[in-house]
C-alpha cells in the first residue's frame, strides 16, 4: 500500500468516527461524552494522516502536541487558517496548545472517568463540580476538557488538506 493510500483509508476512517460524533453530539438524551471521545479519534487518525502526508514518521502516541508540533508549520497555519474562518471567535488560537494537551487527557483518562475521583464520595464529588462552576467553570481547572469548536476546526483543517491532496471525499456538512 502506497502512503497515499494509506492516507485516505486513514482519512475514511476518521470521517466515520466523525460522522458518528456529530450524529451522537445532535441527540437531546446523551448522558455520557462519547461523542467527545469519538470526535478526538477521529482529531487523532486524521492528524496522524496529515503527517504522513506531509511524509512524517511518528510511533504510537496519543501526545497530540508532540504529533502537532512534528507538522511543518506551513501545514499546521494552513490547519489552524481553515479552522478559523469556519469557527471565528470560537476558535481561540491562543488555546490551541492547551486544547491539544486536553484532548490527550480525554482520550487517555476520561474513558475511565470513574477513576478519577474512587476515593470521593458522590456527595463530594458534586460539591467539587459546584465550587468549580461557582469559579467560572475554567477549562484549565476541570478534570476534562473538551474544546470543541477547536477540535472540529482543527479536523475540518486536516480534512480538507487531504481532500486536496487526494481524491479522498465526505459527504459530512461542516
Sequence with gaps: ????ELVERMYYSA?????????????????????AHLGILGFEILLKANLLLDGVQFG?????SKLWKALPTASRDEIVRI?????????????????LSAFGNV??????DYEIH???SLDEIKRLGDEWLKRGAKNREADFAYYPFIRKGLTLGMRRRIEQATSAEYDLPE
Design 1 to 4: 500500500m502506497t502512503n497515499s
Design 15 to 35: 470521517m466515520d468516527r466523525v460522522h458518528d460524533s456529530e450524529i451522537l453530539s445532535e441527540l437531546m438524551s446523551v448522558r455520557s461524552d462519547a461523542s
Design 60 to 64: 504510537r502516541s496519543h501526545n497530540y
Design 83 to 99: 479552522g478559523q474562518s469556519r469557527y471565528a471567535v470560537y476558535f481561540k488560537i491562543e488555546e490551541v496548545p492547551e486544547a
Design 107 to 112: 482520550f487517555t483518562r476520561a474513558r475511565y
Design 118 to 120: 474512587k476515593d470521593k
